[in-house]
């Protein structure tokens, strides 16, 4: 593959994903709004690109339960959505960037999906795929990311 791509829109499609070191958390975008709003787009890496994925079930329970719980944290959270190449999450505050308030969060969310007992909203009334959960899958995901909470803005291999 060259490595004389062109500029793309997307900013991810313009990072070398060979070049960064799993897990880590960085910001991806940043859009200032027309009236002064502004978004902060943080890239929250889980495993390492093109080596490791996590499977669905833990994708999804970890979606649903930061989703729910980061906003107990916090009244800027916009979005929590998974990549679809399952290595990470993007998670969107109305805020400036602030990566050290953004790994805050971050962690005290994880602490909050590891005292869980269920994922909030598997069911069918709920949710788009109900039974397509594991709580434990996601524990697991997030307690070896929490375990490395010292290197997430090493962000380059
Ligand atoms: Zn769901």
């Given at each position: 593959m060259s490595d004389q791509r062109e500029r793309m829109n997307v900013e991810s499609f313009n990072?070398?994903?060979?070049?960064v070191h799993a897990p880590f958390v960085r910001v991806a975008d940043v859009k200032r709004l027309p009236h002064g709003d502004v978004l902060t787009k943080y890239d929250v890496r889980f495993c390492q690109p093109n080596v490791e994925h996590l499977e669905m079930p833990a994708v999804h329970s970890i979606e649903h339960s930061f989703a729910e719980y980061a906003r107990n944290h916090s009244d800027v959270v916009v979005d929590f959505s998974p990549m679809g190449c399952q290595t990470g999450f993007y998670l969107i505050l109305a805020?400036?960037?602030?990566i050290d308030g953004a790994i805050s969060l971050i962690s005290a969310t994880f602490q909050d999906i590891l005292r869980a007992t269920e994922v909030p909203a598997a069911n069918e009334v709920q949710c788009?795929?109900?039974?397509?959960?594991?709580l434990e899958a996601a524990q697991h995901a997030v307690r070896s990311m929490l375990k490395q909470r010292e290197v997430w803005k090493d962000i380059e291999a």
């Open positions: 990072l070398d994903h060979r070049a805020s400036e960037p602030d788009g795929w109900g039974v397509h959960h594991s």
